[in-house]
T-cell receptor
Framework: AQSVSQHNHHVILSEAASLELGCNYSYGGTVNLFWYVQYPGQHLQLLLKYFSGDPLVKGIKGFEAEFIKSKFSFNLRKPSVQWSDTAEYFC???????????FGKGTSLLVTP | EAGVAQSPRYKIIEKRQSVAFWCNPI?????LYWYQQILGQGPKLLIQ????????DSQLPKDRFSAERLKGVDSTLKIQPAKLEDSAVYLC???????????FGPGTRLTVL
């Protein structure tokens, strides 16, 4: 069955620390990959997406993600986090030929001053 | 550009009662989605419309849940009768077309007592 798994459910970092959130998917075929973020009290927003081309994708607010096909991974990174990055982060995937978006369980990130 | 609108934002009901949620997608978006997000999990697709037709409702519990998008714009999701396990946030999303990026509304938080 198609699924998305996120390794870390809760992450606590100090400001200026580097961030890497893991995401793996189990899909046969070409996939489209997404990272969404939900800031406290706000709705889900798209951080970045990968459809094809350069496997290193840059998104908003300094985030980037790398698609590694051989590892079925799409990890999210940021070199230096800020307190304002405190949020819930969701990885999602869908088949390139399909429409249904499958989400991981999410990772809660707390950035301390 | 106005985002996806949802109402109400919060709803508390007792089990066996009925409840309805409303969604207005981004103007011009043909595809509309309803998701259920249970605490601690990622959103799960319930139903997907393309204009006023259903594309995928395979995960909609049809014995109690129903949804419609009669004029291809607004949509309502109904639960009748509600169960305790229906307590969740119900998210509406829209996209320009079937395979495009989805944009989410703020959600309706349902508590069933």
């Amino acid at each position: 069955a198609q699924s998305v798994s996120q390794h870390n459910h809760h992450v606590i970092l100090s400001e200026a620390a580097s961030l890497e959130l893991g995401c793996n998917y189990s899909y046969g075929g070409t996939v489209n990959l997404f990272w969404y973020v939900q800031y406290p009290g706000q709705h889900l927003q798209l951080l970045l997406k990968y459809f094809s081309g350069d496997p290193l994708v840059k998104g908003i607010k300094g985030f980037e993600a790398e698609f590694i096909k051989s590892k079925f991974s799409f990890n999210l990174r940021k070199p230096s986090v800020q307190w304002s990055d405190t949020a819930e982060y969701f990885c999602a995937a869908k088949l390139d030929s399909g429409y249904a978006l499958n989400f991981g369980k999410g990772t809660s990130l707390l950035v301390t001053p | 550009e106005a985002g996806v609108a949802q109402s109400p934002r919060y709803k508390i009901i007792e089990k066996r009662q009925s409840v309805a949620f409303w969604c207005n997608p981004i103007s011009g978006h043909a595809t509309l989605y309803w998701y259920q997000q249970i605490l601690g999990q990622g959103p799960k697709l319930l139903i997907q419309f393309q204009n006023n037709g259903v594309v995928d409702d395979s995960q909609l519990p049809k014995d109690r849940f129903s949804a419609e998008r009669l004029k291809g714009v607004d949509s309502t999701l109904k639960i009748q009768p509600a169960k305790l396990e229906d307590s969740a946030v119900y998210l509406c999303a829209s996209s320009l077309a079937l395979a495009d990026t989805q944009y989410f509304g703020p959600g309706t938080r349902l508590t069933v007592l």
